[in-house]
C-alpha cells in the first residue's frame, strides 16, 4: 500500500510514496498519514482550484474564482448566514437545477435575505457553465446577506453577494459505487434547522474530518434520542426485507435533491419505500445502506464503525437503484431540453 506524509497542517505535499508504511493510520506529532485514494482524491480536488483557471460570476460580473474579493464583514464570513447549493454537471448540462435553485429559494426566504432574484441567478450559472466548458463538473452558488457593520440581528440594509463558479469534477466516487464505501457514526451536533443548505457547516466539517480520519466516506449522524439523522455533507437510505428505509423529511434533516431521485425511482420501480428514523442499533441489523449525494449519486456503505452491513457488499436494491439513476439521467442527457 502506498501512503502520504502530510505535513503538520495536513496540507498538502509534494507525493512521498512509502511502501513501509504500516496499514495503519498514525494522526499525531507533526506526521498525518491518509490512505493514497483518499489523498488522490482530495489532491485532484485541490488542483482544480489550483490551476486558478476556474470561471466564477461575482454579483453579475464573470472572473476567474481567483480573482474575486469579499469584505471580512460580510456577514458570511463573520457568521456563517449565507445560503448555497452544489449543482452536477453531466456533459455539460446542469442536472435537476430547477429542484437546486427552488431549494436555494426556500433557504434565502427562510434566512429573510432580501434583494435576491432567483431567477438571474438561475441565468448565471447556465452561462458560467457554459463559458467554463466544463463537461463534468459542478456548478457552486453561494449567496450571502452581504456586508454589514457587525451585529448579530439583520442589519436595515445589506446589499447581498451572489457567486456562481463551475470547476471540474473527477468523480473519485466512480469506484466506491462498485465496491461499496466505509462509514462510521458520529453524534449529530449540529444545530435544529437542518432542512435549510446554510453554509455555517463547522459541524458538519468535524463529523467530515472524523470520518476521513478513519479512513472513511462519510459519517452517519445519531442525534441525542439515538436516531439516524443523515450524513455529513449526504442522505442515508437503509433497507431491510426488500423495502428502503429513509428519515422523513420532515426530521431535521436537509431534503436532499438526490434523495428525491431516488424516492422517485424508487416508487417507478415498484419499491416500497418507509420513511422512518432509523435507530442507530438498527444500521447493524440491516440488509443494505447506501448513501446519497449530488457529487456521490448513489454508494453503497458496506462497513459501519467496523461491522459489516448484510453481506459486506453493495446490495441487490443499491445496485438496482444505481442502474435506475444512471438510465434516467442517460434518457435525460438524450432529451433535448
Ligand atoms: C447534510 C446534507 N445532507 C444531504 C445532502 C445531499 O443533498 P443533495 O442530494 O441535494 O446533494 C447534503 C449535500 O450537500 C448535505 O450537506
Redesign the pocket.
Known sequence: MNWLFLDESCQFPAWTPCTEASGSKVIGGNICLLSKELCEAEERAIDTVATKTTLANWNGQEMLLSEVKVSVLDRAFLFGEAIYE?IRIYQGRLWRCDD?LN?LATGIQALKIKGVDVASISARVLETSKNSQVKEGLAYIQVTRGVASRCHRYPEQATPNVLVYVEEYLDPCAELRQTGAKAITHSDIRWAR?DI?ATS?VA?CMAAQAAAEAGCLESILIDSSGLVT??????IFGARDGCLLVSPSAAN?????????VLELAADSGICVVENRLKKSELFELDELFL????EEIVGIVQVDDCYIGNGLPGMLTKKLQQAFRARLASWLLSSS
Do not use: A
Open positions: 452544489v437546486h431549494r437542518n443548505k457547516l458538519n443523515e450524513g455529513s455533507h449526504t442522505s434533516v436537509l431534503p436532499g435533491i438526490t434523495k428525491q431521485q446519497t449525494g449530488t457529487p
